[in-house]
């Protein structure tokens, strides 16, 4: 009898991970487990109806169709519209033979903007002006073939250019020079482009919407860089004047509000400008924007710079390297990198700082959102929807910019070594 | 050779500063306006009626008309304006710097402004006044029975001034409850937290339209203050004030005398003023130093005052009032075309 027993199976001990014992170890352990569980579950339910029923049957989205014009562009004239394409176009080469050469992040960034662009192209809802609405309404267009190759051939054109150059880029290392000299020169061929030259300009008073705002955080972030890294290295500099007027700049603009830097850009400072001569409002902005930022980034720099250890700077002098070489080469790379969390985070705060603008004038996005809900009397009382959006078009492109930043961490081995 | 480059920069660079500060000052605006064939007018950035962006990228209200009226008049093409949307603390900076040529932007025109900021007012298009707002169950006909009321007012304005002005000479309590924003403050008036709202009419009719019932409330027969709204150019340019002045003037003439944007070609008159008026006879362009037809453009492009009006707040709601012609017992009095 006892041999029965011992040739008895031994079940090995329950190691199932299925879902139902997934939620019976997780959320359904303990009794009072269980009731928060119930609890978390109403409450989550209602949450989602309560969106789900807003976003899906009681917001008035008619809003946003209607005014998609001056929410992307603002008073920009639409016959003058094909410059901004140009831009784009400019940008799509650029980034398309970058993405063929460079590969790696570059590539992953250029997929996911051809796939949004994609994804617009081929979405067969068309934003049609409705005679009888008398604004323009979103409506269903099976007639695909007419959206891509007639209304978004511009859109069409820029994704044809990515892909294009994509693989014309390929393994041609050659061309990386020439492709940082484009990068470089995108900036002001893309002012010029866009505000036009001789009879035809498009002044920049009638920049806005989405267009500005882009252009105001790009100007921003790539110009406060590196004047930023130069404050920070100013700051260290152990001559005492450069060292002084540094610290006093950081620490001046650090302790002023942003507003009251634009309020001085837009009010105080042309009054001081001598007779007819006026810096243009835009401008103005950018230049806010930038010195405001680099005061901030210095700080952040510096903050990289101070975690190198001495014993770097002592052995690249050691080699008989010069100070720029020794700071371009052996400092500076370790410090930024260090700090990649902080410079990104500066860089996502200057995007969203960029809607201040809209109080000293200028029509950014949210300054277009204001004047829809706020002076449109067709769209009184839209407030939510269209706030709705303009959320969701920041939240896309800072989350970009963070996603990029982790990525960038994850190439350069941040934190691991 | 360095040193050479070097003190050459300096002196291209001090000339460049200096150049602008004896370059001629005294242009009139007009005449600046002709050359560069484009007009700069500075406009509220969002206020129904008066001045917003409409869905097509276009400017449009009844300030943005006045705009175009100015344009039609000078350049003869009510499409030659750039509208900037302005602020109202940098308003002022921007018409002072010559950013703008002519600001249309919802101003008073009162004393301070006209004598102490570097400005000229052109006649009012537009005469507002701060009313009360009430809800119709409180039965409230005038304003001597706001007695004890909770009065909601936005914070820091003329508006609060004068309603504390009205009260006291009237000898009545009352409980004033400022609001820095205006959509708290129609907010609360919904919720009942504040018996009255007060403010410009234009703006409580406005604002009545998005309440719940909109019905259920009504706007006092009375008025506690004088907002005369026009154009602004910029301080002794009398030439250029004359010419918006003018244009002003035109709208109210073409409503007295029924000339519309529909009959304006076509009208046919023995009336030697109406004459002068559409530049059949009479040099009245000329002396503006405006082309010949000037008036007529402005009706073409814009219409009479009356069209104007009827065009940009009548659908907002906003009766004619006091905005009516001097023939029909309102203030809009055009000086004599002579």
């Known amino acids: 009898m006892e041999n029965i027993e011992i040739t008895q199976e031994v079940k090995p001990p329950n190691t199932s991970k299925g879902p139902v014992k997934w939620l019976q170890n997780n959320l359904f352990n303990t009794w009072y487990n269980t009731i928060l569980t119930c609890f978390a579950l109403v409450f989550l339910f209602f949450v989602f109806k309560g969106v789900f029923s807003w976003v899906f049957i009681q917001a008035k989205w008619e809003v946003i169709p209607a005014n998609f014009q001056i929410l992307m562009i603002g008073p920009y004239p639409i016959e003058h519209v094909w410059r901004i394409w140009i831009v784009l176009w400019t940008l799509a080469v650029l980034l398309g033979l970058s993405a063929g050469i460079w590969k790696g992040l570059v590539l992953r960034i250029s997929t996911a903007i051809a796939g949004v662009g994609l994804i617009f192209l081929l979405v067969p809802l068309d934003i049609v002006k409705n005679s009888e609405a008398e604004y323009a309404t979103l409506e269903f267009n099976i007639n695909i073939i007419y959206l891509i190759f007639f209304k978004r051939r511009w859109l069409l054109g820029c994704l044809a250019l990515l892909v294009g150059t994509f693989f014309i880029g390929r393994n041609k290392n050659g061309l990386k020079k020439w492709i940082i000299g484009g990068w470089i020169l995108s900036f002001p061929w893309t002012m010029i482009m866009l505000h036009g030259f001789g009879e035809n300009t498009v002044s920049t008073t009638n920049w806005g919407g989405l267009l500005l705002t882009l252009l105001l955080a790009a100007v921003g972030i790539v110009a406060c860089f590196p004047l930023g890294v130069l404050l920070a290295l100013g700051r260290r500099s152990k001559l005492p004047a450069i060292s002084w007027v540094s610290t006093i700049y950081i620490e001046t603009v650090r302790g002023v509000p942003l507003l009251t830097i634009l309020f001085m850009g837009s009010v105080i400072l042309p009054l001081f400008m001598p007779g007819d001569f006026q810096l243009d409002k835009v401008i103005r902005a950018m230049v806010a924007l930038t010195l405001f930022s680099a005061a901030y980034m210095a700080e952040n720099v510096r903050g990289g710079l101070q975690a190198i250890p001495q014993g770097q700077v002592e052995a690249a002098q050691a080699v008989g390297l010069t100070y720029p070489k020794t700071t371009l080469f052996i400092v500076l790379p370790q410090a930024l990198r260090a700090v990649i969390p902080a410079i990104v985070g500066q860089f996502i705060a200057l995007f969203k700082d960029t809607a201040l603008v809209f109080i000293v004038g200028l029509l950014e996005l949210m300054g277009i959102a204001e004047g829809i809900v706020g002076g449109n009397p067709n769209w009184q009382g839209y407030h939510v929807e269209v706030y709705v959006l303009v959320a969701a078009i920041y939240f896309i492109f800072c989350y970009a910019m963070s996603y990029v930043s982790q990525k960038i961490e994850a190439d350069l081995g941040v934190g691991k070594h | ?338």
Not at chain 2, 19 to 44: F, I, Q, Y
Not at chain 2, 183 to 188: A, G, I, V
Not at chain 2, 323 to 330: F, L, Y
Request: aromatic letters at 10%; a negative charge.
């Open chain 2, 1 to 338: 050779m360095r040193k050479f480059l070097f003190r050459v920069s300096v002196l291209v660079l001090a000339i460049s500063l200096v150049t602008p500060l004896l370059a001629d000052n005294h242009e009139s605006v007009l005449d600046k306006v002709k050359n560069r064939g484009k007009l700069v007018c500075g406009v509220h950035g969002g206020l129904p009626g008066f001045g917003f962006l409409g869905e097509d990228g276009k400017w449009s209200g009844f300030d943005a008309d006045f705009g175009r009226a100015i344009a039609a008049a000078v350049l003869g093409d009510p499409d030659k304006v750039e509208f900037v949307p302005l602020d109202a603390a940098e308003r002022f900076v921007a018409l002072q710097t010559g950013e703008i040529d002519v600001l249309i932007r919802n101003t008073t025109w009162t004393l301070s402004r006209d004598a102490e900021l570097s400005t000229d007012f052109a006649p009012p298009t537009f005469y507002d006044g701060q009313g009360f707002m009430v809800p119709k169950s409180l039965n409230i006909k005038s304003i001597k029975e706001l007695g004890g009321a909770t009065i909601g007012v936005t914070a820091g304005s003329t508006t609060e001034l004068n309603l504390t002005d009205t009260m006291r000479s009237l000898g009545l309590e009352f409980k004033p409850i400022s609001y820095a924003d205006i959509d708290t403050l129609y907010n609360s008036y919904e919720a009942g937290r504040v018996n009255v709202v007060t403010s410009d009419k234009s703006q409580l009719v406005a604002r009545r339209k998005d309440l719940k019932n909109p019905d259920d409330h009504v706007i006092l027969d009375v008025t506690i203050s004088k907002e005369p709204l026009g154009p602004l150019t910029i301080h002794g340019d009398n030439e250029w004030n004359d010419a918006v002045s003018w244009v002003v003037y035109a709208t109210f003439f073409a409503e007295e005398h029924n000339i519309t944007q529909e009959n304006v070609k076509s009208f046919e008159t023995d009336n030697p003023e109406i004459k002068r008026f559409l530049g059949e006879s009479g040099e009245m362009g000329k002396k503006l130093g405006l082309p010949k037809d000037w008036a007529k453009q402005i009706i073409i492009s814009v219409g009479n005052y009356g069209e104007i009006f009827e065009r940009n707040l009548t659908p907002i709601g906003l009766p004619r009032g006091v905005n009516k012609p001097w023939t029909q017992g309102g203030l809009l009095y055009s000086m004599p075309f002579r």
